[in-house]
């Protein structure tokens, strides 16, 4: 299969929250980008419509939220696109990806592209 991700992604492994007007649902996250997520699928949700994922930094009380789409749903996961993400949660996702890639070019290129493709989406 080819690999047709644009941003980078890292492992990173915490308990999340997911919720839309149908409930809300624990989950893992399993990891992450500047455009989405990959999360553990939770039993009875109904994935049709937009949902808000929402986890808390390790060892803080930084809690990181976007709105999201479901992309894809295999093998037990859920691949969750960007649709929206405030100005605080961006701020801190750049940085922990920063952190965990060691590459701050990258990660600027790719804020642009995702900045780019959210401008283009509306």
């Known amino acids: 299969m080819e690999d047709k991700?644009?941003?980078s992604r890292i492992l990173f492994d915490t308990k999340a929250?997911?919720?839309n007007d149908q409930g809300e649902w624990q989950?893992?996250?399993?990891?992450?980008?500047?455009?989405?997520?990959?999360?553990?699928e939770p039993s009875g949700m109904h994935t049709d419509k937009p949902m808000e994922l929402g986890f808390t930094l390790p060892?803080?009380?930084?809690e990181l939220r976007?709105?999201?789409d479901v992309v894809y749903?295999?093998?037990g996961y859920l691949g969750l696109k960007c649709a929206f993400i405030d100005v605080d949660s961006i701020t801190h996702l750049r940085r922990l990806l920063e952190l965990n890639t060691g590459d701050s070019s990258l990660l600027n290129r790719e804020l642009k592209q995702f900045i780019t493709?959210?401008?283009?989406?509306q």
């Open 66 to 68: 976007m709105t999201a």
């Open 27 to 40: 989950t893992r996250l399993h990891d992450l980008c500047l455009n989405g997520a990959m999360v553990e």
């Open 59 to 62: 060892g803080s009380d930084i």
């Open 5 to 7: 991700r644009k941003f």
């Open 117 to 121: 493709e959210h401008d283009q989406a």
């Open 17 to 19: 929250k997911l919720h």
């Open 73 to 75: 749903q295999r093998d």
